[in-house]
């Protein structure tokens, strides 16, 4: 089948700068897909790569399909060089190819909280709200002062909270280990990315704090598209796996495998616009594993709120996902 394509590159400022440990956010790039039938009828996709963990650009992106032309059909994955696995999720959406019927009706939400002490005003908050699992930003401040506010987080929450310890691998070995020490007494439920992907011996130490700490680690930059996801199966890796499915060339390859291996999945959001958080949790929504809570409760997030996903409550049900408009974000652009 024979598609109309057109793509628009966005840029959309956050509410606030997103603070991780490689420093501030402020504004998301990306790319919009557009694919029309012969029928007239349209299919959208979003690229949303994320700078600075190994991804493609939005340049690249860009730049890739300004080389297709404005028809496009099948054949057109054959061209995408293998490293544009966020656009290569974006054509795929745009074309048809979504993921399968959905196993849930709703899914629980992690509240996303910011680096330092506003953690603290904002964790009673959450809570308050609903939410029963965390997630904080450490390692962009000193790790012996964030592990003095880890217990006064822990103090203003509801019993029976857990937390998710979010590194950005920003920890070397011995920081880790400390922090994984410090973490086994206490509910936290998996420490994310402890140690950068990239820096020396990354591999063998993520898969040695596994064997020798109780508290489970989860990957997240160490997972930069599809072939990384099979190498870690293929290693035999016990913790979770942090699936962004926006980053994904082969969505359903990709759970396929994971769900063959029982592997302990936690589907996360990658600050996408509400086009590509649609095309992301549908895809979560048919996971036929076990469920943990999403990694989705980011929104409000953008400046122009019709840019965000679904509100960020304690739950998140396949209605609000449907109820996104592609089309209309599309249109937004203009």
């Known amino acids: 089948m024979e598609y109309s394509f057109a793509h628009r590159r966005y840029s959309l400022p956050f509410r606030m700068p997103v603070r991780t440990a490689a420093g501030d956010w402020e504004s998301r790039e990306g790319l919009y897909i557009r694919a029309v039938r012969p029928d007239g009828s349209a299919g959208y996709g979003e690229a949303a790569p994320i700078p600075g963990a190994g991804t493609e650009s939005a340049d690249d992106g860009d730049a890739f399909c300004r080389t297709l032309g404005d028809r496009v059909d099948g054949q057109v994955f054959a061209r995408v060089p293998a490293n544009l696995c966020s656009l290569r999720n974006a054509l795929s959406c745009a074309m048809g190819n979504a993921a399968g019927p959905p196993r ?64 950005n691998g920003a920890w070397n070995l011995r920081t880790a280990e400390r922090w994984l020490s410090c973490s086994a007494d206490r509910p936290v439920e998996f420490v994310e990315q402890p140690v950068a992907p990239g820096s020396r011996g990354a591999s063998d130490h993520l898969l040695g704090l596994s064997a020798d700490y109780p508290v489970p680690i989860a990957l997240d930059e160490s997972i930069r598209g599809d072939a990384d996801v ?81 509100a960020s409550g304690p739950f998140i049900r396949i209605e609000d996902v449907d109820r996104i408009d592609p089309e209309a974000l599309w249109n937004a652009l203009n």
Not at 128 to 147: L, P, Y
Not at 233 to 242: E, H, M, R
């Open 230 to 310: 099979g190498r870690w199966l293929d290693a035999g890796w016990p913790g979770y796996f942090v699936i962004k499915p926006a980053q994904l060339g082969d969505v359903q390859g990709v759970l396929g495998r994971l769900a063959k291996a029982r592997a302990r999945v936690v589907f996360s959001s990658s600050l996408e616009t509400g086009m590509g958080a649609q095309a992301a949790l549908r895809a979560a929504f048919a996971w036929p594993g076990p469920t943990s809570a999403l990694g989705f409760g980011v929104w409000p997030l953008f400046q122009d709120p019709a840019f965000d996903g679904p």
């Open 104 to 167: 849930h009706r709703s899914l629980g939400v992690a509240a996303l909280l910011p680096a330092g002490r506003a953690a603290l005003v904002q964790a009673p908050q959450r809570a308050e709200a609903g939410f029963r699992v965390f997630k904080w930003k450490v390692g962009v401040g000193h790790a012996d002062d964030e592990m003095a506010m880890l217990d006064d987080l822990i103090g203003g929450l509801p019993g029976g909270s857990r937390i998710r310890l979010d590194a």
